[in-house]
C-alpha cells in the first residue's frame, strides 16, 4: 500500500511538475489571436477585463501580505473596477509597493508565465493559477467578486484536471497571450479617463500623493511594465 501511495505521487509530482512537449507553432500564434481578439474590441473587452480586474486587485492584495500590511478584503464590481483593503502604515515602501501593484500585476504575471510556458511547464502554470484564485477568493467579499472568480477557477481546475495536453497548451497559452496583451490597455483607458476629469483618486494619483512624483511619472512607469512585459514575453512565447 505505501508503495502504490509513493508511486501515485510521484505520478501525480511528474505530471504537474514535468515538462510537456512543445505545441505546434500554430497554436501559438493561433492563441495569440484569440487574446487580441479579446482585448481590442470595445464590447468584447467590458467582459473580459474581468479577469485583468481579479489579476489588478489580486496584486495589490499580494503585494500588501509580502510587505507586511494586514489584508482586510477584495470587492470585485461589474462594471469590471474592484477595490482592496488593507490596514498599515498610511505611508512608507510598503504602502508604495501595495499602491504599485495593480496595473503592474497582470502584465508581470503574463510575463512569469510565458517563462513557464518557454520552459515547458504548460501544466505547472495550469496549478499555480488555480492555486492563486484559490487563496484569492478566501478574501474576496462580495457576491460579484465570489462568482467571477469561482467561474475563472473553476475553468483552469477543469482544463487543468480534465483536457488532454493539447487543449492544456491552448488554453495556458492564451490565458498567458491574454494577461501580456490585456495588461497593455487599462493604464491608457485610466490615463484617457483622467483626461477628462475622472479617476481622480486612482492608483497614479495615490502614488504620486505617497511618493511626491508627478502622476504623470507613475503612468510612464505602468506603460514601460506592460510594454516591455509583451515585448519579453512575446519573445519567450514565440522561442525568439
Not at 123 to 137: E, K
Not at 141 to 165: C, E, H, K, M, Q
Not at 171 to 199: D, T
Amino acid at each position: 500500500m505505501y508503495l502504490t501511495a509513493a508511486t501515485s505521487m510521484s505520478g501525480l509530482w511528474d505530471r504537474v511538475f514535468g515538462a510537456q512537449p512543445d505545441p505546434d507553432q500554430w497554436l501559438v500564434y493561433a492563441t495569440a489571436a484569440v487574446a487580441l481578439a479579446a482585448v481590442l474590441p470595445h464590447a468584447i473587452w467590458r467582459l473580459t477585463r474581468n479577469a485583468i480586474t481579479i489579476a489588478h486587485e489580486g496584486g495589490h492584495g499580494l503585494i500588501a501580505l509580502v510587505t507586511g500590511r494586514k489584508l482586510d478584503g477584495i470587492r470585485l464590481h461589474s462594471d469590471t473596477s474592484g477595490l482592496t483593503v488593507s490596514r498599515g502604515k498610511p505611508t512608507g515602501i510598503g504602502m508604495i509597493l501595495t499602491a504599485a501593484g495593480g496595473y503592474t500585476a497582470p502584465p508581470l504575471l503574463g510575463l512569469g508565465g510565458a517563462w513557464l510556458l518557454a520552459a515547458n511547464h504548460i501544466t505547472a502554470l495550469l496549478w499555480l493559477a488555480t492555486a492563486l484564485l484559490i487563496a484569492l477568493l478566501v478574501m474576496i467579499r462580495n457576491a460579484y467578486g465570489a462568482l467571477t472568480v469561482v467561474i475563472t477557477g473553476g475553468a483552469f481546475l477543469l482544463v487543468s484536471w480534465l483536457a488532454d495536453p493539447e487543449v492544456q497548451a491552448g488554453f495556458a497559452y492564451a490565458v498567458v497571450w491574454f494577461l501580456l496583451l490585456g495588461g497593455v490597455r487599462p493604464a491608457f483607458e485610466l490615463q484617457s479617463k483622467r483626461r477628462r476629469g475622472g479617476a481622480s483618486d486612482s492608483d497614479a494619483d495615490q502614488l504620486s500623493r505617497l511618493t511626491h512624483v508627478p502622476a504623470a511619472m507613475w503612468f510612464f512607469f505602468f506603460h514601460a511594465v506592460s510594454i516591455c512585459a509583451l515585448i519579453g514575453g512575446g519573445r519567450w512565447l514565440l522561442g525568439l
